[in-house]
Each structure stands twice: as structure tokens, then as C-alpha cells.
């Protein structure tokens, strides 16, 4: 079967012919054709052209809206935004102003005003009766006396159930009243003033020039001429102001009207949409053609294929191979024999991107949502930025690398990337501005003096943005212009939805799509300059004004209008309108996303819009309905695919189209199921062989002396090594270490470091071998004593960069202190001590007995001389300050050191008693005698077991174990048991391999590169 486009082209085609033959006569005819939408009208003149044997006149082709403001052109349409603002400022001039919300916050409420009066305006619905007095209730039956008796039933349905609001009581029930009521009073009025300010300037909505061209329908047709022809084609939900106009032209004999009645529900005479074309016909007329419906005919596909998916995202990875399997990427691009209908507006872009490149004849025809655009993600990022911080002194650092990381901005500006990466080396959450410029300047210090103002004035746009409304959007129409002028489009499809590709001119080549919106984006700021001084934008703080673009941005969608017609059509349902393919593949053919589910925002309650014949959802299923089975009803193929989640709003199961086509029509259905099945084998075992000149090097910079360019190893690092060589591997050898994001949350690291330097300063007066005083410890314990939360506070507020603590940072504090008078209580109840020094950088060489020293270096975090009365000596405490879970510091035989990584604590505090002693000439006091002995300190134990708690390491089983009171008595071994490990790390012979127990790769971050 043809499509219907062509069979109607068919028809009027000899008519055309003769008309363009006769264009000397008086009486020629002047055809002008009228479609639902422009890409049938695009479609009808391609069949035209194929069709007509010998060259003729195009007609004038219209769609219904351009036909039906054509008739008044004296009016000009107005875009959203400037009826946004021309509303706002009626509301203004109706209420008491200082009580009229602020316009960012009246955005929204204003986009279903306008809609709702657009929508009364196309269906001649008197405002003033739909917003009636809810005083005057009593007089319905007076004032609504011409309604038909359900109507009338329908509004008093709605009212009463006003009246009653029996779950509320009393005092809600007055004033929810009384707030609905003066808000409903208020939007006749408005209504009333808002076209009275439009019809002053000439200026409308299209709903308002639709209702004018119906009042002054028979006036506008007499004066269109005797020789119009106008020919309606495909139309199907006709508003009653389209109707009176129609029957206006169809009564002088100067329309005609072409119907697809070969749309299969239309046999069902109880389906909605049977009933609308019905009325159309009887009413409006239908040219006989070919396009009429057959006794008993069936308007199906001959094949349909559902195809389920596990998820939204899967469709479209699958799309490649079904493409592939169809035969669609070989077909000839001008026979236009395959379209996708996409129910989903959401489903564009990753739909495009998976279309193997090699396809060149792409077309699309959809909106799509400024919203979800990259660019609108961008300024999102920046928005909640700005908005985050009060006073643009500073901002938090994850919205900064946020903001800096995306993609436009990266690409084009290379030296973002160096200043995200600065910020995250900061570890601040909290970056003040002044530092950021300073990076900044750095990052940009290699660059050209033009390409350094360039980059230092998009990051001034960026972090100081002005507080005036007309140079702040001045300041985002340069900087969106900035990103088009460094981007430069494909020259083919190959390239056209790639990620962004560096040319020699230093531009970033862009994706067609996304020049496409930032152009709208851009468009938007200069719409939005143009109105500032109307409408006193620069009164505005800047924050509503960035509210007020954000609110705008929600309410545009981008028109994509493929033109010329050629290779794969991507379309959307309502866009499909009146068009056949022979191939059709439907993507989220789930169920609330075809039919699609929810209402629109409306201020109009169902009930009221069924009373009023306003359109319900009753009515979109059945237009919606009609659309899909028009549009299948010629096609050979048929193929629905669908996700089994929910991701883009559908329920997760087979549209209600597919069970009618199975179950009421008895289409045949092949189903299957597309499956990603994984084809991972195995990850082979990662061996890397330290015999490789670049290992053997990099290894034999820890033996060499740190003068002269070598490395030291730390304790930490080596327990690295005991859980996972291959780790140790990449971090101590390549030095590839996990990148730190900075987090609201304090790291675990980052309390510990704060705890350490309140600590130090505590001690600070003490340092270099001076007696702590008992008192001095006892009168920090004192209630009322408020120095060290002091010391805690401004250590603290000095490392995060804050002028004022929230009540986040101030538990933090808290926390901190806590644990810092635990330490001093302990010191205070024990053995006199004598501070020697805090944080102790030491380094020391462990010699491997083969001719190899290897490099170490460590931080004790508190060395201290303590002896108690059974002392027969001084001790010399070398202490480890612990804030996590570590466990009690003791150990049963040196092979768990080196086995067991609980035992990390333990390694690393030996350790440092081996740097002292090599330093212990340079660091101690001179003393007779004295013994070194290590030290953990538990902070969450030390609270809790005060009495039975000990910071001392013990060696041994439970029964025979014994407190390690001087190192020097187990130095041997712990050395002998220390060279063993270094030398299985630094022979040549012993790959680094990967870890036997599982468990340590569940936080590792290189997991996914070893395959675990």
C-alpha cells in the first residue's frame, strides 16, 4: 500500500498540473495545502516532486499553525519569555505588589497560567465562566443554563467537593478556602488585563489569534478570494477554534479535506478516535480518494518483532546490531524506507551516538529539551556553584572540580584541568576565591599574553560574577561565545557526535549537536539582555536573576527540523504524524511512555476540564493511540523494543499496543530477548618482572643515598607490600596513587593530622626535654577550661580556609578535643613525662646483608622520657597516635608482621624505634642508660578502658606475653625478620604478583586494572 502523503500527492497531482498550465487565466485555481505538522508537509512535496511527469508550480504548503496566524499577521507572537514577563507585570498591577512573589519564584506557576489561557483561548472557553465566583455558586443554574445536563453535573461535582473538605478541620478549612479562593478569583482578572496589555501592543499567544480568527472567522474567509483552494491534509484532534473556522471555509466552498481513514482502530466504532474522525467527516466533509478505508480491510504491519531489553540504556546499545541485522545501514538513502520513533525525547542523543558513524544520512525531526542539553548541565554546575556560596569568596571544592571537569570546558581550556587538579592537592573543602586565581594565573603562566587574559577572564566570569543583572548576562553571553569561538564543527557525520577533536588552529572540533545548543543557549541570553531594561531586569539580585534563567532554560525545547530528506528518519510520535515507512522501529515501547502516562501541569482540575470539553487524558490516549496505529499501518515491518526498568519514566513492561496487536488483532508476534552476554574470560595473573631496565632502576633509587636523588621507603608502603605486591608496584615504583577527592566530610586522615598538630601544640611549650607538669595537665582537664577547644578550633578553621564554623565543623572540633583531653587524662595519671619532640622526621638505612642498604623515613608523632618507680631506668617512649579501628598492638611471632596486615600498626612503631636508634645521637639527651620502647596509642580505646588500657606493645602468646620495654632486647629479630621481607622486594628474581586474598581488593583502587 502507498503512504497516504503519496496518495494524496496522486490525486492532486493532474490538478496541480492543469493549474500551473492555466496561471495566465483569471480563474486558476490557487491550491494551498494545510498539515499537521512540517515534516509531512516535507514528506507530501517529496512524493509531489517524484510523482509529477513534467515540471509544474510547487504549491504553497503550510501546517495548521503557520495557515491559521497567517490570517492575522497584524499580530505579532510573542515567545515565552516576553509572555512570561507581560504576565508577571499584569500580576503585579492586579495584586498589592509588595505581596506579589518574586518573578523566579512566579516562573512556574506563569508557564501553566499561559498554558491553561492558551488552552481556553483554542477551545473558545469563556474565562470568565470557568474562573466563576465561588459566591456566585448558588446562581449556576442560572448563569450555566445553556450547559448540557452532564456538563452541568460535572461542575458541580468539582465545586461540591470543594465545599466539603471534610478531613480538614475547621481552621485548615477557612483558610485553605480562602487561599484558593482569592487565588482562583485572581486568574480572570489576570486573564482579563494580560490580553488587554497584548491586544494594546498587536502583539498574542497562539491561543489568543486562534480565538480571534474564530470570533472573526467568516470576515478573515470572505477576503481570501474565490479562487482559494485550500486543502486540508491528515489533520485528526481539531480544536473547536480550528472547527469554526473550517466550517467557516467549507461552507464558502474553499476547503477540502483529506482524512486517513486506513488507520486500523478506526474500525472499532466504540474507540474514541473512531468517534473524533467520524465527527470530522460529518462536519468538515472527506474527498474521495484512495486514501478511504476498505470493507474489512486490516491496516497492520505484516511482521512485528518485540524486542526486550534489560534496561532503557540497552535499547540503544542494541540498536548497532538490529540496524545491522535489518539491512537498514545498506539501504539507499534517498528511498527513505526506515524510521525510528522515539517516544522519549530523553532517548536523542544516546540513540545518535550509538549509529555507527560509517552511516552517513542521518535525519532528525524532534524537539529536545534545553534542559538536558551538555551546555545546560554546564550552567547548571556553575549555577548551584554560585548559589552555594553566599558571598563568592570561596566555594566548595567539589563543585568546583565538577564544574571544571566537564567536558566543554576542559577541552577548550587545558589549563582547567591543571587547576581542578590543584584544587584536589589542596584537600580543602572549602577554597576561597583569591586562592583560586592565583593557581589560576599559574596554570596560564606558559600561555601567550593573549591566551593568559582570555583564560584569567573566563575564570574572573566564572568566581566573580557581577551582581547587575545586564552585565552578568553580558559577562555569559561572552563566555558562551568564548566556547564557540576555540570550537569548530565536523566536516562529515564521522565526526559529528565524537568526542571533541583538536585541530591545528588550536580550535576543539564540536559535536554538531552540541554547537547547536549552546547557539540556543546563547540565543536565550541575548532574548534575556534584550528585555533587562523593559522590564528593570538590573533591579533584580543576582541570584533571582540566575533563578530566572535556570526557570526559562526548563521551559525550551529545541526544534530539530530534518531537511533534505534522506537516509534513516529519527522522529517522535507526534512528528510521525500522517507519515508511512515500509520499516518502523519503535524504541521504550513500554508502557507510560506509549501510551505516555501522567497529566500535564494544569490549574485546571480534571473534573472541570471534563465539564468544560477540555482535553483529559482520556483524550491523549485516544490521539496518542491513533498516531501509533497511523503510523504502523502500512508498514511490512514492525520492530518494538522496550526496557525492562524504568529509567525513563515507563513502567518496565509491553506497551498496551503491543498486547491489542496480539491479543484484539491477531498479529503474529516474534519475541526475543536482547542480551549483552559478557565475554570475559578469565583475567590472566599480572606478573611484572622487576628485571626490566625500568623497574631494576626505579628499585635501586631506595639504595641509593637520599642526597643524591634516591627515595626511602616508609612503613606504610611496606605494609602495602604484605597485602598486595602488585599495589606496592604501582604506587611506591610508578608512583600512581588514587586521586583525593575533597569531601564535606573530614577524611579520616585529615582528623588524624589535626589531632596530631593539637597535640604538638598542647605540648608545644614543653618540647626539647622539659617536664610536663602534673597541674599544668590537670588545669586544661578543668570544667569551664576552654583551651583546648581554642587550640582544636583555630587549627581547624585555619586548615579548611574558614571565617565561621558550621554546626558540622564544630562537631568536628568537638570529636577532636575529645580525644585530646583522653590523651592528657592518661599522661596526667601516669608516669611524670618529659617531652622530647613532636612529629620527628627521621630517616635511617636497613642494610639487606648482601651489599644493599635500603632507604627508610618516618614521622613519629611523639617522643617522650617516662620512669616510673620500678624503672630501673629511663624510658624513652616512641609513641604512634591511632584515630581508626586498629587493634591492640601485640603479636604472637615475628612472621606475623610480615604476614598479617592487622600487624601494620605494630611493623610501623618497631620501625621508628629502629629510626631513633640510628638517630638516637642526634635526638636524645645525653643519658647513662635508657631503653626505647614503642608505643600505640587507641584513641577509642584509651576513653573507654581507662583502667586496663595500655598503650605498650607486647610480644608472645596470651599466657607468656610480655610488654616490649626496651627495643634493644628484641632489635635482632625484629631486623632479621625485616631484611626478609626487603629482600623478597628487592630481589630481581620475584615479580611483584597480585595479592592471594580477595579480601584486600574490595577497596583497592587499582581493582579493576588487575581484573579483580
Known amino acids: 500500500m502507498k503512504p497516504f502523503l503519496e496518495q494524496v500527492a496522486a490525486h492532486y497531482c493532474e490538478r496541480l498540473i492543469q493549474n500551473s498550465q492555466s496561471l495566465a487565466q483569471t480563474d486558476a485555481l490557487q491550491y494551498r495545502f494545510v ?60 495584586a498589592n505588589a509588595e505581596e506579589v512573589e518574586p518573578f523566579e519564584d512566579f516562573l512556574y506557576w506563569g508557564n501553566i497560567i499561559i498554558k491553561d489561557f492558551d488552552l481556553l483561548d483554542q477551545h473558545l472557553i469563556s474565562a470568565k465562566e470557568l474562573y466563576a465566583n465561588l459566591a456566585d ?30 478531613a480538614m478541620d475547621e481552621g485548615e478549612r477557612v483558610d485553605y478556602r480562602r487561599s484558593f479562593v482569592d487565588f482562583w478569583q485572581s486568574l480572570w482578572p489576570l486573564y482579563q488585563r494580560f490580553n488587554e496589555r497584548l491586544e494594546a501592543t498587536d502583539c498574542g499567544y497562539e491561543g489568543r489569534i486562534y480565538r480571534q480568527v474564530a470570533e472573526r472567522a467568516v470576515d478573515l474567509v470572505d477576503g481570501l478570494g474565490e479562487q482559494t483552494r485550500i486543502v486540508f491534509v491528515g489533520l485528526f484532534d481539531i480544536t473547536p477554534a480550528e472547527f469554526k473556522l473550517f466550517r467557516a471555509l467549507r461552507r464558502r466552498g474553499y476547503a477540502e479535506f483529506c482524512w486517513d481513514e486506513q488507520v486500523h482502530i478506526l474500525s472499532d466504532s466504540k474507540h474514541l478516535a473512531s468517534k473524533v474522525l467520524l465527527k470530522n467527516k460529518e462536519l468538515l466533509g472527506q474527498v474521495q480518494g484512495s486514501w478511504l478505508a476498505e470493507q474489512g480491510a486490516r491496516y497492520l504491519p505484516q511482521q512485528v518483532e518485540v524486542i526486550s531489553c534489560a534496561s532503557t540504556i540497552s535499547q540503544v546499545k542494541a540498536l548497532p546490531h538490529i540496524l545491522g541485522e535489518l539491512g537498514v545501514l545498506s539501504d539507499d538513502p534517498s528511498e527513505l524506507t526506515t524510521a525510528m520513533i522515539l517516544p522519549s525525547e530523553q532517548l536523542l542523543l544516546p540513540t545518535v551516538s550509538s549509529i555507527p558513524t560509517a552511516y552517513q544520512h542521518l535525519n532528525i525531526t524532534l524537539g529536545y529539551p534545553l534542559n538536558r542539553t551538555p551546555v545546560a548541565v554546564l550552567m547548571s554546575r556553575w549555577i548551584r556553584l554560585l548559589l552555594s556560596s553566599h558571598d563568592h569568596r570561596s566555594y566548595r571544592a567539589d563543585q568546583l572540580i565538577a564544574l571544571l571537569s566537564i567536558h566543554l570546558l576542559g577541552e577548550r581550556y587545558p589549563q582547567l584541568i591543571e587547576l581542578s587538579d590543584a584544587i584536589r592537592r589542596q584537600k580543602n573543602y572549602h577554597i576561597s576565591t583569591s586562592w583560586i586565581m592565583e593557581q589560576a594565573e599559574l596554570c596560564a603562566q606558559d600561555e601567550g599574553t593573549e591566551q593568559q587574559g582570555q583564560f584569567m577572564r573566563l575564570v574572573e566570569i566564572l568566581l566573580r560574577p557581577s551582581e547587575r543583572a545586564g552585565q552578568f548576562l553580558g559577562d555569559l553571553q561572552e563566555f558562551l561565545q568564548g566556547l564557540m569561538d576555540r570550537s569548530r564543527l565536523p566536516e562529515s557525520r564521522e565526526h559529528a557526535e565524537d568526542i571533541a577533536v583538536t585541530q591545528d588552529d588550536g580550535r576543539v572540533e564540536i559535536s554538531i549537536f552540541d554547537a547547536e545548543f549552546i547557539h540556543h543557549y546563547i540565543r536565550l541570553v541575548n532574548r534575556l539582555r534584550g528585555l533587562s531594561e523593559q522590564y528593570a531586569l538590573d533591579s533584580m539580585p543576582l541570584s533571582s536573576v540566575i533563578r530566572l534563567l535556570e526557570g526559562l532554560v526548563r521551559g525550551i525545547t529545541i526544534p530539530f527540523e530534518g531537511d533534505p530528506l534522506r537516509g534513516l528518519q529519527v522522529m517522535g510520535l507526534r512528528e510521525s504524524s500522517a507519515l508511512h515507512f515500509p520499516r518502523l522501529i519503535y524504541l521504550s515501547a513500554q508502557e507510560g511512555q506509549m501510551p505516555r502516562s501522567g497529566h500535564e501541569a494544569t490549574l485546571i482540575p480534571q473534573t472541570l476540564r471534563r465539564g468544560y470539553r477540555l482535553p483529559t487524558s482520556q483524550w491523549q490516549d485516544a490521539t496518542e493511540a491513533y498516531r501509533f496505529y497511523q503510523s504502523i499501518a502500512k508498514a511490512k515491518e514492525l520492530i518494538l523494543i522496550y526496557g525492562q526498568d524504568d529509567a525513563m519514566g515507563g513502567k518496565g513492561e509491553e506497551s498496551r499496543y503491543i498486547h491489542q496487536l496480539e491479543l484484539l488483532y491477531g498479529v503474529p508476534i516474534n519475541r526475543r530477548v536482547a542480551q549483552s552476554t559478557p565475554r570475559r574470560t578469565p583475567a590472566e595473573p599480572i606478573v611484572i618482572s622487576k628485571q626490566s631496565p625500568e623497574v631494576a632502576r626505579r628499585l635501586s633509587l631506595f639504595s641509593r643515598d637520599t642526597a643524591s636523588g634516591g627515595r626511602a621507603l616508609s612503613a606504610s608502603r ?9 599495589r606496592f608496584y604501582y604506587e611506591a615504583i610508578l608512583e600512581i596513587y588514587e586521586e583525593e577527592e575533597p569531601q564535606e566530610l573530614m577524611a579520616s586522615n585529615e582528623f588524624g593530622s589535626i589531632l596530631h598538630a593539637t597535640m604538638e601544640e598542647v605540648y608545644k611549650p614543653y618540647t626539647g626535654g622539659k617536664p610536663i607538669p602534673v597541674d599544668h595537665l590537670e588545669r586544661l582537664l578543668e570544667k569551664g577550661n576552654t583551651e583546648i577547644d581554642r587550640i582544636v578550633t583555630e587549627l581547624y578553621m585555619d586548615k579548611y580556609g574558614k571565617q565561621e564554623a558550621s554546626a558540622l565543623d564544630k562537631l568536628y572540633c568537638d570529636m577532636i578535643a575529645t580525644y585530646t583531653r583522653s590523651i592528657i587524662a592518661y599522661d596526667a595519671t601516669h608516669e611524670p613525662i618529659t617531652y622530647l619532640e613532636s612529629e620527628a622526621h627521621l630517616v635511617a638505612r636497613i642494610d639487606l646483608g648482601n651489599g644493599v642498604q635500603i632507604n627508610f623515613k618516618g614521622d613519629i608523632d611523639r617522643l617522650d622520657i617516662v620512669q616510673g618507680e620500678d624503672d630501673p631506668i629511663p624510658r624513652v617512649r616512641v609513641l604512634d597516635y591511632k584515630t581508626g579501628q586498629d587493634k591492640e598492638p601485640k603479636f604472637t611471632s615475628w612472621e606475623e608482621l610480615t604476614t598479617k596486615t592487622e600487624m601494620k600498626a605494630v611493623l610501623q612503631t618497631l620501625l621508628y624505634c629502629e629510626l631513633l636508634w640510628q638517630n638516637k645521637a642526634n635526638i636524645l639527651p645525653k643519658m647513662p642508660s635508657y631503653a626505647i620502647q614503642p608505643g600505640v596509642m587507641r584513641l577509642k580505646e584509651m576513653g573507654t578502658q581507662s583502667k586496663n588500657y595500655s598503650p605498650y606493645v607486647t ?19 625484629y631486623l632479621d625478620t625485616l631484611t626478609d621481607l626487603l629482600r623478597g622486594v628487592f630481589d630481581l628474581e620475584q615479580p611483584f604478583v597480585q595479592c592471594q586474598d580477595l579480601e584486600h581488593c574490595r577497596y583497592c583502587p587499582f581493582q579493576l586494572s588487575c581484573g579483580r
Open 35 to 94: 498539515f499537521p505538522s512540517r515534516r509531512s508537509l516535507l514528506f507530501f512535496r517529496h512524493y509531489l516532486g517524484r510523482i509529477a511527469p513534467s515540471p509544474m508550480f510547487a504549491p504553497k504548503c503550510q501546517t495548521v499553525g503557520e495557515f491559521v496566524q497567517g490570517l492575522l499577521p497584524e499580530i505579532r507572537v510573542l515567545d515565552r519569555t516576553a509572555l512570561l514577563f507581560e504576565l508577571y507585570r499584569c500580576r503585579q498591577e492586579e
Open 137 to 166: 455558586y448558588r446562581e449556576i443554574q442560572e448563569d450555566f443554563s445553556y450547559m448540557e445536563p452532564d456538563t452541568l453535573e460535572l461542575i458541580e461535582s468539582f465545586w461540591n467537593g470543594f465545599r466539603n473538605l471534610s
Open 718 to 726: 611496606l605494609a602495602t607490600y604484605i597485602s598486595c605486591p602488585l
Open 955 to 973: 610480644f608472645g602468646s596470651r599466657k607468656g606475653a610480655v610488654i616490649i620495654a626496651d627495643y634493644a632486647d628484641y632489635r635482632q629479630e
